[in-house]
């Protein structure tokens, strides 16, 4: 039952293929993909995969993508599955939605937050939890010990903020500069802006969190750009490169480890 796990983020489209819909499967392959390069997947990348017995996916980057993939697919000889793609639904997987429109909460958060849950759960006993993703936009989401989704933060990420001040202040360019506690340059000044802007919203929920559950929060990073940030965070952290796929494996288990259709799942074809 190999299985394949599709994320389209706003820059790039990452997949992983597996030989079963579970945590801890094993990867038969994996690559990404810039979202101007989506129609090379048939002819290139996907073309010597097995055929997938099922198909997961999380979007944030538009119908548009992802009717792309969907073109990809009906190019692949032998790929006769329904692809399947997240929708946050009130509560799955051991995470209860507590958004104000559960719908209207990004389907990579909701998965993210599913697969760090997870993930900390393999690793000890429940406890809070801070979600960060890090990308072209940064999230910060809080979860209680019991899986209930408080709520989080959305700023914007390195990129997003450097070309705002380039845009909107003269004389300013996008920098190359370093991260240090006392910028005497611009581009030092910008850079480290931008990064302590970051690690401020993941400490102030850290403390909202702590406040709110009287138990220290463990926090799981993840993101494109999570690495930049690893130098200076002010507490304790994971850093966890395929944390989407880690929650779509754990969704796709239940999905598929049952005989019905799931809630928080759209096929469109």
Request: hydrophobic share 45%; aromatic share 8%.
């Amino acid at each position: 039952m190999t299985f394949l796990a599709i994320d389209i983020g706003n820059t790039r489209l990452k997949w992983a293929m597996y030989d079963a819909p579970r945590p801890g499967a094993a990867l038969l392959a994996h690559g990404a993909e810039f979202l101007e390069h989506i129609e090379r997947l048939a002819e290139g990348p996907w073309s010597k995969l097995p055929a997938p017995t099922h198909m997961l996916g999380c979007v944030v980057a538009g119908e548009t993508a992802r009717r792309r993939v969907h073109d990809q697919m009906e190019l692949m000889l032998g790929w006769n599955f329904e692809p399947q793609w997240v929708v946050p639904s009130v509560h799955e997987a051991g995470v209860s939605n507590g958004y104000e429109h559960p719908l209207r909460l990004g389907a990579d958060r909701w998965v993210a937050m599913i697969g760090a849950r997870h993930h900390i759960l393999q690793r000890g006993n429940e406890r809070p939890l801070i979600v960060v993703m890090v990308g072209t936009a940064v999230t910060v989401d809080a979860l209680d010990a019991q899986g209930n989704f408080l709520g989080g933060l959305i700023l914007p990420g390195h990129g997003i903020m450097l070309r705002a001040l380039e845009s909107g202040t003269a004389g300013l360019h996008v920098p190359t500069g370093s991260v240090t506690p006392f910028p005497k340059n611009t581009s030092d000044a910008l850079t480290s802006g931008g990064t302590y802007a970051i690690a401020g919203a993941v400490e102030r929920m850290y403390q909202h969190l702590y406040l709110h559950c009287s138990m220290e929060p463990a926090c799981v990073m993840a993101g494109g750009a999570g690495w930049k940030m690893v130098p200076s965070m002010t507490r304790p952290f994971e850093l966890v490169d395929n944390l989407i796929f880690e929650g779509l494996l754990v969704m796709a288990q239940q999905r598929w480890g049952q005989d019905r259709v799931p809630q928080g799942v759209v096929g469109v074809r």
